[in-house]
């Protein structure tokens, strides 16, 4: 039996970067740009200064207090901490 090749229509793998976001709604282009700036300045952190194994990279516990923005976030109460022998 002949098997009959028929035009397929090309994988992701095949498509440029830009085809693929034409193909999406415009709505998701600002999205998409934010996710790409957002790839491109971790790239820039990582090499301005590559955090050692097991640590966090200079200056995150800084950059990440207070980022929570969302208004309806709130911490619960944490109760009172345990009691503990003090350290020799």
């Known amino acids: ?3 009959i090749y028929t035009e397929t229509p090309m994988t ?3 498509k440029t970067l830009v085809e693929l976001v034409q ?3 415009p709505a998701l282009h600002a999205e998409v740009r934010d996710f790409v700036e957002f790839l ?3 790239q820039q952190r990582n090499q301005e ?3 050692e194994a097991g640590s966090w990279p200079e200056g995150f516990v800084d950059q990440m207090a207070g980022s929570i923005t969302d208004p ?3 911490r ?3 109760g009172v901490p345990e ?3 003090p350290l020799e």
């Open 23 to 25: 193909e999406l709604p």
């Open 1 to 3: 039996m002949d098997m």
């Open 76 to 78: 619960p109460p944490q």
């Open 40 to 42: 491109i300045a971790k």
């Open 83 to 85: 009691a503990r022998l």
């Open 72 to 74: 309806t976030f709130v």
């Open 12 to 14: 992701t793998t095949e």
């Open 49 to 51: 200064q590559p955090a």
